[in-house]
Each structure stands twice: as C-alpha cells, then as structure tokens.
C-alpha cells in the first residue's frame, strides 16, 4: 500500500511536503509485547489424586510430554520440588530450571528460573472437584503463560502457540488413561471446555 503524500502549509508560499513512513521499529511494534498467556476448564473423567499425581510426576515429562527431551527432578521436599527440563527440537532447544509448587491434590506450578530463552515461563493445574455423584471426575484449570527473549521466537510462537498448549494438555490426559485406564464417562449434559487466550 502506497501512502500518498501530505501537504502541510507552512506559509501560504512555501508548503512542507511530508511522506508518512513505517520505520523498522513501527514494524515492531505489534510484536514488542511478547508474552503468550492461555487457560483452559474443563471437566474430565479423572480425579483430582490421579491428575495431580500425573502433572507432579515432572521425573516423568521425558516419557510423555511433546517436545520434553529431559525430566529431572534434583530436589525434592515437602511443598515443592526443583527440576531440570530440556525442551524443543533440533535446532533449537532450551534448558531450564523449574521451581514447582506442589498442593495435593490441588495445584501443581511450575516457573522458570534460569532460561535463556525464556524470560518468563509458568504454567498452573488447578484441580477442584469434579460433578456431584461422580467421585471419578474434576474440574481442570490450566494455563500458561510466557515471553520469550527473542522477537523471533516470539513471532513463530504465535503461528504455533495454540497447537502447542492442546498438545500438551492432551498429552497429560492421555498419559493419565495409560496410568489409571479409562476416564469416567461423563454424561453429554456435564461436559464444558473453556478456553481463552492472548
């Protein structure tokens, strides 16, 4: 798109002619807020114990979460542990220090401390109870959040981003069928997924 140029009067004799012109930085600028946020709810046919036990299994990730080449947790306490994580895929991979809270059967969060591709990384699973008279169901809420260093990265995040995070959660969920067997059938009538991203 051609931008026509504009005629500003200085004095009646002798008009500025002014070309409007995106500079580098107004190219930018859609992208300077980096950070990627997405939560989900739903209801699923597990209970609360079992998906907590299955995102607090970090020692775990490198058997079953997309992109996870490493999982190691190298301190475990009361409350929390601390891990180190390798993620991505050829070229570009990232090591990373995780600290992870940890409320049975309540809430796993997970932020990165020492990443270099990374300046910011969490991701919070809350579990709550599920459908009344359905002991083997709970509510999931999910998200994550993080900025990138790179405005490149950032730029292929967000032509990926959402493809990503549904991986990744079904990831969880198919390895909690491989753990516990089949989910609870829920009734059409309960069933609610909600999502919501920036």
Not at 108 to 131: M, Q, Y
Not at 133 to 146: H, N
Not at 178 to 185: A, D, I, L, S, W
Request: with cysteine.
């Amino acid at each position: 798109m051609t931008r026509a140029p504009i005629l500003l009067p200085v004095s009646p004799c002798n008009p500025v002619l002014i070309t409007p012109a995106r500079s580098f930085l107004n190219l930018a600028a859609p992208f300077i807020n980096k950070r990627k946020e997405y939560s989900e709810r739903r209801i699923i046919g597990y209970s609360m114990l079992e998906m907590y036990d299955v995102v607090a299994g970090v020692e775990d990730y490198k058997h079953f979460v997309p992109w996870c080449k490493k999982s190691q947790v190298v301190l475990r306490r009361s409350g929390y542990c601390k891990a180190h994580l390798e993620v991505g895929f050829s070229p570009v991979m990232e090591k990373y220090t995780s600290l992870v809270t940890l409320v049975r059967p309540h809430l796993v969060k997970a932020s990165c401390t020492d990443g270099r591709l990374f300046n910011h990384l969490e991701t919070v699973w809350r579990f709550s109870p599920g459908i009344p008279g359905y002991p083997r169901t709970c509510t999931l809420d999910f998200s994550i959040s993080f900025e990138f260093r790179s405005l490149l990265h950032s730029q292929l995040a967000t032509v990926f981003f959402d493809e990503v995070v549904k991986q990744m959660v079904a990831a969880f969920e198919r390895r909690a069928g491989k753990v516990y067997g089949p989910e609870t059938r829920i009734p059409q009538e309960f069933m609610f997924h909600e999502v919501h991203h920036t």
